[in-house]
């Protein structure tokens, strides 16, 4: 029945007893008797019929109102608010805090390698990308079409969730939805109802979550694109394929290419395509090292790859005599984390010039030596460094953060995409769009709460279906500002948090996108969390007042 808002008669009124409903009793067939009712119309129907007549006119009256409401601001989208370029900007080179960071109780500073003190270009991708497709075929008899796959840039985001038992490629929300427009079977997206098919609802639960592999580090953008790109092959030409066997050939690929060395000794083979050069970094660290902090250096990587990396990177701003390594108080290279932070491996001390491990156990770390492996556990047992007073830089969620933050260690997460995405999010245009995508969801909201049912209505169908369309659009320009097959890394395409700033949320004290964005702050600063925190403080919601009169 529709929701309708009803005029109520007082109890025992004129038109009750006027009208009441008549009967009298009439003899029947054989003597029996029945009641014969007038054919005058009853108190209570007329009740009714002037309920609902009064009901639909209400009705119509409140639809009507909503349509001009949303006539009214259809013509202020044809041009961006002057309003709209008041509001602040959010600085792209700015440190977003999750929990409070006193910088003055912060005595030592770890940092990861590659994609932490490391940055790579976009050719990088294109290098393991290449890499692992040739090990598929020349190692695991891929059949041999695939060495012409290419890698595409405008396909993967970081954040995404492969789905081993079903073949899909996803990004899920904060809440752990999956995106409507955001779920792909190889390089074809899934519509809606197909997604409602294969899983039943958008919502994923605990029991299909444990078949999802997260691609959260730098590197997924690659295995990513490669994973696609072999579901689809084998969809077009027909060949019946199991989604668990194409992730674990391609990870293993993708292992393979960065254990071999393989990615390590291409990109040190011309440093200039695939390295940045930061002559900020240099600062960030002797700034630490000027104001008394220790500092330390906690790398998967071998140490070669490492030291060639950080020698193309300062050869600009370190002396002649100076080496990087008098930057750090402990180099640890090869720490196979996140086992790290869990295991009791033994640190062994590494020699340079031999290329070998020493047999002697380690029980101090001493100036300008090289460590491999170790654990936590003796790591902590020989700095004495107390968890609330380290604080470690790392791009990975789970290998970087999630260890450290659990050992007692203050973390800061380095994502190099938040500069590109806070630009796009200050521009005019994008907070044009959430503002109409805003307001569009309210007048949405409130035709669904006066219209509970709307069998038989037009006019409300009509209006909706232009709202949703307006939605819609909003959406997907929004979305296409990011990346047009899954938007945003940090948000939805209606411009909620995802799930992988929900892991940064959970995993990060501060995020930011890259080390010496510290620079900008002094080295005793207390980092609060803004008082008007939504979710992650980086983000900004437009309100749809901009369109009210």
Known sequence: MASVRRRLLPFGSSLLRTHAAHFQPVEGVGGNTHRKFSSVVTAEQRVLKLEAEEGNQILEDDIHKIRHAFNTVKEKFLKIPDVLREIPKIDPKGIYINKNLRLDNIQVYGFDYDYTLAHYSANLQSLIYDLAKEYLVNEIRYPECCMEFKYDSLFPIRGLYYDKSKGCLMKLDFFGSIEPDGCYFGRRKLSRSE??????TRHI????????????DFFCFSEACLIADIVQHFVDAKLEFDASYVYEDVNRAIQHVHQSGLVHRGILSDPKKYLLKNGQLLRFLRMLR??????????????????????FMLEDSLGQQDSWRELFDVVIAKANKPDFYTSEHPFRCYD?????????????????????????????????????????????????????????????????????????QNEDSYRFEQAKFHIIQELLGKLHSVVANTEGSEKY???????????????????????????ATFLTDTGQESAFAYHIHQYADVYT?????????????????????????????????????
């Open 461 to 487: 169908t009509s209006l909706l279906r232009e709202l949703n369309e307006e939605r819609q659009k909003a959406r997907s320009s929004m979305k296409d500002m990011f990346n047009s097959s899954f938007g």
């Open 205 to 216: 639960g605990r029991d299909q979550a444990r078949g999802l592999v997260g691609l959260m």
């Open 352 to 424: 340079e010039e031999k290329d070998t491990l020493a047999f002697s156990k380690v029980d101090a770390f001493l100036p300008n030596n090289i460590y491999y492996h170790g654990c936590l556990k003796t790591f902590l047992e020989i700095t004495k460094w107390n968890g609330p007073e380290v604080i470690y830089f790392g791009d990975h969620l789970f290998s970087d953060l999630r260890g450290p933050s659990k050992a007692g260690w203050r973390t800061a997460a380095i994502i190099h995409e938040l500069e590109n995405e806070i630009q796009i």
């Open 290 to 311: 000027e104001n008394g902090k220790k500092l330390f250096l906690l790398t998967n990587s071998p140490y070669y790859f490492v030291d060639g990396g950080m020698h």
């Open 513 to 549: 996108s890259k080390p010496d964005n510290f620079l900008f702050y002094p080295p005793e600063a207390w980092l609060h969390v803004p008082y008007d925190i939504k979710i992650m403080p980086h983000h900004v919601k437009v309100s749809s007042s901009l369109f009210r009169t």
């Open 195 to 200: 997604i409602n098919d294969l899983y039943g």
